[in-house]
């Protein structure tokens, strides 16, 4: 299709030759055209240099326009247009004004027709000729069509051409292009941003030539406003001398009226310099006092104030009333949607709410945020954001621009398995660069995913083209492990696992996870847990299988938690799990969506999808419990207050269950109807205002985390390890080797001394034998030998098979005695002194164990009833009782009992050894 230049063109040749008689009337007819083309001709030159003289230029013929000038105030482009048909036309009626060419071309610029790349060689002959006006042009067109698709064909112009010839306009004075590097070094995303190029291109605004006969308004207002651009940059941004800065707060702080009521970017440059003590002696309380007096009137001064609360900064900390300011300005002040978002997602205020937070992050067009938000999708890699080509689009451009994270950011997110952004070619294509300019991290993932498929289970890996042999990989591998990085830990046993460059083997496999999760790799920690869940490489191991997976929740993996969470349904006869493990995370990562599928958070199924929940191990706890429970994972995830979200729990949750949590929040003042377990509006808007009372839940360990390996109360600090092994190891073979009942006594004595110090495998020893060796009763008393298998039933040592029947058989021989009356004192004691029987998931499942042994459950009503405990129920082991033992423990705090026994014996043993070493 012909350009509308070339249709000019023709049309001028398109002249008939005159002949004939006609030809003096043609005469006098051609005079008159040509006196109406010359008064055209005129016009449109006179009109083309007024609306589109170009600055810098100096042949231009009236003011100077600059580029963002040239578009109608009211976007009425039918204005453009003529403007370009008339520079067009003196374009071509005046070949000899130059300027006319470049005048039209700007306009066909800003004018952006089809058929503009035609144009662009023209435009670029004028740039390699060093015009800055054409310069800016190239930079422009690029700017405009940089995310063109690929069908449009090639661009004319890349990335590396348009910022050289920005940066060539702006070299030569050209106050648009300056203007332009300087939001690029402010905002990014096609350059990186550096606060030290933006006080250059300040300065260079400043010191830039005249912009043509008559610069304008805009021009002195422009470079006017650069210092004080400097100087705010120089305070809010690290890296400047402390003269430098000095010199900045005392501009800043005359053109800001002392923080009160001068020009909103002075007022809060000067106090976040006062916040920061840049320039000037820091001030915090000061600062936060002038934020105080302008939020009323200035909602820019919020996002400050709101972080300088969440902080503690300048005064007492309160974080929900940072929220609460934040919340309604995030749709008209950009500064405040990711602090609020940070605020969401650490759960320190208020439960954490991940899916809010990363709508917060995905609406702003910042890099900073984006990363951010990246970060979340990888956790939350079910979550689907609107626009998603803006966040890949941001990332790239600030990757392209050697913005720190940004690649690396993109490269996790593209090799996600979430349709909206899975680009693995591309995203290798990033790292490799970054592994060649020494990226480790790069480097790592770059290798891990020389391999296709490497962590499916469904589909054989494959090799993909180009990138690393297995010969680098092993090269790799090696010089990690020499290293101690444990990524090279973790991808060696990934290969080891599938047979892939190494033969298969799971023992050495699983050999590298355990050398990975102690270096720290929480991937690792997972599939570590995994090996011992399913004995790939390593026997099966219930105990450290949990153990590995805690760690790895403890340290943010949703993974872990969910296979915990998984986990807790099967954790009927160990009991190696609590209710916040099983219930509250459970359904808090239902209310995050964690697992459903979809697009729609809150469109699943609770009753399927939290069945069995409520049967099993959680039965040991009792109903209240349970309820506690449920109720503490909104606390832990308050998404799931949403009304769909809760009606659709509500009526999963057991009838029992819902009545328990009415009467809780009828209890505390949060409902006012009778607790009936329909869970109505009133009572769901009472649980909302029950979480928001209580606030988040904290992030202290669970009673049984480190059940697996110490007691409640370890004396450690008492004795020194290698004492308590050599006195250990010297009275248990006097044991073995005792003959006469003379020697059995004494070695039993001993026995009893580490025992009452909390030496477990002396308590099992003990334990096991109570029922069986009168000697041991003779020495042992009831009271001793019930702590001693309440503390084994807890701790569930390494190595102790059945306890649960032992103690029963201990407590059946105690009820022979007649000395059941002991169990419930000793009971009640361990329970003030041993804050994991507090538990009410542990306690219940080990009160489970008194209804088997004979008078057991009575001594502890007895004993409950004699101390003056109320709210017990009918039966010892009930769960009335037990909640009030709890109680009782809890408000009574520990009896002393066991901590001055584990004195007495730590002396006890101290000279023991002492004796022996003579």
């Given at each position: 299709?012909?350009?509308?230049?070339?249709?000019?063109?023709?049309?001028c040749?398109?002249?008939?030759?005159?002949?004939?008689?006609?030809?003096?009337?043609?005469?006098?007819?051609?005079?008159?055209?040509d006196?109406?083309?010359?008064?055209?001709?005129?016009?449109?030159?006179?009109i083309?240099?007024q609306?589109?003289?170009?600055?810098?230029?100096?042949?231009?013929?009236?003011p100077?326009?600059?580029?963002?000038?040239?578009?109608?105030?009211?976007?009425?482009?039918?204005?453009?247009?003529?403007?370009?048909?008339?520079?067009?036309?003196?374009m071509?009626?005046a070949?000899?004004?130059?300027?006319?060419?470049?005048?039209?071309?700007?306009?066909?610029?800003?004018?952006?027709?089809p058929?503009?790349?035609?144009?662009?060689?023209?435009?670029?002959?004028?740039?390699?000729?060093?015009?800055?006006?054409?310069?800016?042009?190239?930079?422009?067109?690029?700017s405009?069509?940089?995310?063109?698709?690929?069908?449009?064909?090639?661009?004319?112009?890349?990335?590396g051409?348009?910022?050289?010839?920005?940066?060539?306009?702006?070299?030569?004075?050209h106050?648009?292009?300056?203007?332009?590097?300087?939001?690029?070094?402010?905002?990014g995303?096609?350059?990186r941003?550096d606060?030290?190029?933006?006080?250059e291109?300040?300065?260079?605004?400043i010191?830039?030539p005249a912009?043509?006969?008559s610069p304008?308004?805009?021009?002195?207002?422009l470079r006017a406003?650069?210092?004080?651009?400097?100087?705010?940059?120089?305070?809010?941004?690290?890296?400047?001398p402390?003269?430098?800065?000095?010199?900045?707060?005392?501009?800043?702080?005359?053109?800001?009226?002392?923080?009160?009521d001068?020009?909103?970017?002075?007022?809060?440059?000067?106090?976040?310099?006062?916040?920061?003590?840049?320039?000037?002696?820091?001030d915090?309380?000061?600062?936060?006092?002038?934020?105080?007096?302008?939020?009323?009137?200035?909602?820019y001064?919020?996002?400050?104030?709101?972080?300088?609360l969440?902080?503690?900064?300048?005064?007492?900390a309160d974080?929900?009333?940072?929220?609460?300011?934040?919340?309604?300005?995030?749709?008209?002040?950009?500064e405040?949607?990711?602090?609020?978002a940070?605020?969401?997602?650490?759960?320190?205020?208020?439960?954490?709410?991940?899916?809010?937070?990363?709508?917060?992050?995905?609406?702003p067009?910042?890099?900073?945020?984006?990363?951010?938000?990246?970060?979340?999708?990888?956790?939350?890699?079910?979550?689907?954001?609107?626009?998603?080509?803006?966040?890949?689009?941001?990332?790239?451009?600030?990757?392209?621009?050697?913005?720190?994270?940004?690649?690396?950011?993109?490269?996790?997110?593209?090799?996600?398995?979430n349709q909206?952004?899975?680009?693995?070619?591309?995203?290798?294509?990033?790292?490799?660069?970054?592994?060649d300019?020494?990226?480790?991290?790069?480097?790592?993932?770059?290798?891990s995913?020389?391999?296709?498929?490497?962590?499916?289970?469904?589909?054989?890996?494959?090799?993909?083209?180009?990138?690393?042999?297995?010969?680098?990989?092993?090269?790799?591998?090696g010089?990690?492990?020499?290293?101690?990085?444990?990524?090279?830990?973790?991808?060696?046993?990934k290969?080891?696992?599938?047979?892939?460059i190494?033969?298969?083997?799971?023992?050495?496999?699983?050999?590298?996870?355990?050398?990975?999760?102690?270096?720290?790799?929480?991937?690792?920690?997972?599939?570590?847990?995994d090996?011992y869940?399913?004995?790939?490489?390593i026997?099966?191991?219930?105990?450290?299988?949990?153990?590995?997976?805690?760690?790895a929740?403890?340290?943010?993996?949703?993974?872990?938690?969910?296979?915990?969470?998984?986990?807790f349904?099967?954790?009927?006869?160990?009991?190696?799990?609590?209710?916040?493990?099983?219930?509250?995370?459970?359904?808090?990562?239902?209310?995050?969506?964690?697992?459903?599928?979809?697009?729609?958070?809150?469109?699943?199924?609770a009753?399927?999808?939290?069945?069995?929940?409520?049967s099993?191990?959680?039965?040991?706890?009792?109903?209240?419990?349970?309820?506690?429970?449920?109720?503490?994972?909104?606390?832990?995830?308050?998404?799931?207050?949403?009304?769909?979200?809760?009606?659709?729990?509500?009526?999963?949750l057991?009838?029992?269950?819902?009545?328990?949590?009415e009467?809780?929040?009828?209890?505390?003042?949060?409902?006012?109807?009778?607790?009936?377990?329909?869970?109505?509006?009133?009572?769901?808007?009472?649980?909302?205002?029950?979480?928001?009372?209580?606030?988040?839940?904290?992030?202290a360990p669970?009673?049984?985390?480190?059940?697996?390996?110490?007691?409640?109360a370890?004396?450690?600090?008492?004795?020194a390890?290698?004492?308590?092994?050599?006195?250990?190891d010297?009275?248990?073979?006097?044991?073995?080797?005792?003959?006469?009942?003379?020697?059995?006594?004494?070695?039993?004595?001993?026995?009893?001394?580490?025992?009452r110090?909390?030496?477990?495998?002396?308590?099992?020893?003990?334990?096991?034998?109570?029922?069986?060796?009168?000697?041991?009763?003779?020495?042992?008393?009831?009271e001793?030998?019930?702590?001693?298998?309440?503390?084994i039933?807890?701790?569930?040592?390494?190595?102790?098979?059945k306890?649960?029947?032992e103690?029963?058989?201990?407590?059946?021989?105690?009820?022979?005695?007649?000395?059941?009356?002991?169990?419930?004192?000793?009971?009640?004691?361990?329970?003030?002194?041993?804050?994991?029987l507090?538990?009410?998931?542990?306690?219940?499942?080990?009160?489970?164990?008194?209804?088997?042994?004979p008078?057991a459950?009575?001594?502890?009503?007895?004993?409950?009833?004699?101390?003056?405990?109320?709210?017990?129920?009918?039966?010892?082991?009930?769960?009335?009782?037990?909640?009030?033992?709890?109680?009782?423990?809890?408000?009574?705090?520990?009896?002393?009992?066991?901590?001055?026994?584990?004195?007495a014996?730590?002396?006890?043993?101290?000279?023991?050894?002492?004796?022996?070493?003579?």
């Open positions: 299709m012909l350009r509308p230049v070339h249709v000019l063109v023709l049309s040749l398109a002249l008939a030759p005159l002949t004939g008689g006609a030809f003096a009337a043609q005469a006098s007819s051609d005079k008159s055209d006196a109406a083309k010359k008064a055209a001709l005129s016009e449109a030159i006179s083309c240099d609306g589109a003289s170009v600055p810098l230029d100096p042949e231009a013929k009236a100077p326009v600059q580029y963002f000038d040239l578009f109608p105030q009211d976007m009425n482009l039918s204005k453009l247009k003529s403007l370009a048909d008339k520079c067009q036309a003196a071509l009626g070949p000899l004004e130059k300027r006319l060419t470049l005048q039209w071309l700007r306009v066909e610029v800003a004018l952006d027709q058929g503009l790349t035609w144009l662009i060689p023209q435009v670029k002959l004028l740039a390699d000729g060093g015009n800055p006006e054409a310069n800016f042009l190239l930079y422009e067109f690029y405009a069509h940089r995310h063109d698709s690929v069908d449009a064909g090639a661009p004319p112009i890349m990335r051409m348009a910022l050289d010839a920005l940066q060539k306009a702006g070299t030569a004075g106050l648009t292009a300056l203007l332009t590097l300087l939001h690029q070094y402010t905002e995303p096609l350059l941003r606060a030290h190029k933006v006080v291109t300040a300065q260079r605004i010191d830039a912009q043509g006969q304008g308004e805009w021009d002195s207002q406003a650069m210092p004080l651009r400097i100087a705010q940059t120089m305070l809010e941004k690290d890296g400047f402390g003269d430098e800065q000095q010199k900045a707060f005392r501009a800043v702080e005359a053109d800001s009226k002392a923080g009160t001068g020009p909103e970017a002075s007022v809060l440059a000067y106090i976040k310099a006062l916040r920061l003590g840049r320039g000037t002696q820091q915090a309380a000061k600062a936060r006092q002038l934020l105080e007096a302008r939020v009323s009137h200035d909602e001064a919020i996002p400050m104030l709101a972080d300088m969440a902080k503690g900064e300048g005064g007492p974080g929900k009333r940072a929220i609460a300011l934040l919340r309604p300005v995030t749709k008209s002040v950009a405040a949607r990711p602090i609020l940070g605020l969401l997602s650490d759960g320190k205020f208020v439960g954490r709410q991940p899916r809010a937070a990363i709508q917060l992050l995905s609406a067009r910042d890099l900073d945020a984006y990363i951010r938000l990246a970060g979340l999708l990888l956790d939350y890699d079910g979550v689907r954001i609107d626009y998603p080509d803006l966040l890949v689009e941001c990332l790239g451009d600030g990757a392209d621009a050697g913005e720190p994270g940004a690649a690396l950011a993109l490269a996790r997110l593209e090799l996600l398995d909206q952004f899975k680009n693995e070619d591309h995203a290798r294509a990033m790292l490799k660069p970054l592994a300019a020494g990226d480790r991290d790069a480097l790592w993932l770059y290798a995913t020389q391999y296709a498929n490497l962590d499916s289970t469904s589909y054989r890996p494959s090799r993909r083209d180009g990138g690393l042999s297995d010969d680098d990989l092993k090269a790799l591998i010089e990690g492990e020499g290293k101690k990085e444990p990524q090279a830990y973790l991808l060696h046993a290969l080891l696992r599938r047979g892939l190494y033969p298969q083997d799971d023992v050495r496999a699983t050999a590298m996870l355990i050398n990975a999760a102690n270096l720290g790799s929480v991937e690792a920690m997972v599939l570590l847990g090996a869940d399913n004995g790939l490489g026997d099966k191991n219930p105990r450290e299988r949990l153990h590995a997976w805690r760690e929740a403890r340290l943010g993996s949703l993974q872990a938690k969910s296979k915990l969470a998984n986990a349904t099967f954790d009927s006869f160990d009991h190696l799990m609590t209710l916040r493990e099983g219930i509250t995370n459970r359904i808090a990562l239902y209310n995050d969506g964690i697992g459903r599928m979809g697009a729609v958070v809150f469109g699943g199924d009753g399927i999808e939290l069945s069995g929940l409520f099993g191990p959680a039965s040991s706890a009792g109903t209240a419990a349970v309820a506690a429970a449920v109720m503490d994972a909104f606390r832990e995830a308050p998404a799931g207050l949403d009304e769909e979200n809760l009606v659709g729990i509500g009526k999963a057991p009838d029992e269950i819902r009545i328990a949590i009467t809780t929040l009828k209890s505390e003042g949060f409902y006012a109807g009778e607790p009936k377990g329909y869970f109505g509006p009133d009572a769901r808007k009472a649980l909302a205002a029950w979480v928001d009372a209580k606030g988040p839940l904290t992030d669970s009673p049984q985390t480190a059940a697996g390996t110490q007691q409640a370890p004396a450690s600090d008492m004795l390890g290698e004492i308590l092994d050599r006195v250990r010297k009275v248990f073979a006097r044991a073995q080797a005792a003959k006469t009942e003379k020697q059995k006594l004494a070695a039993i004595k001993q026995l009893g001394m580490l025992a110090y909390g030496d477990l495998p002396s308590r099992w020893v003990l334990v096991r034998n109570y029922h069986q060796a009168r000697a041991i009763r003779s020495v042992v008393t009831p001793e030998i019930t702590r001693y298998a309440l503390d039933l807890v701790s569930k040592p390494e190595g102790v098979d306890p649960e029947f103690f029963i058989f201990d407590l059946t021989q105690i009820a022979k005695d007649r000395k059941s009356k002991a169990v419930g004192s000793a009971t009640l004691q361990a329970i003030r002194d041993d804050p994991r507090q538990d009410p998931l542990t306690l219940g499942a080990i009160m489970g164990q008194f209804a088997f042994a008078d459950c009575d001594s502890v009503l007895a004993a409950a009833k004699k101390a003056g405990i109320n709210g017990t129920g009918s039966d010892g082991c009930d769960e009335q009782t037990r909640t009030a033992l709890i109680a009782y423990a809890k408000d009574k705090g520990a009896s002393g009992t066991d901590a001055a026994a584990r004195k014996a730590a002396e006890e043993i101290k000279a023991l050894d002492a004796q022996a070493a003579k």
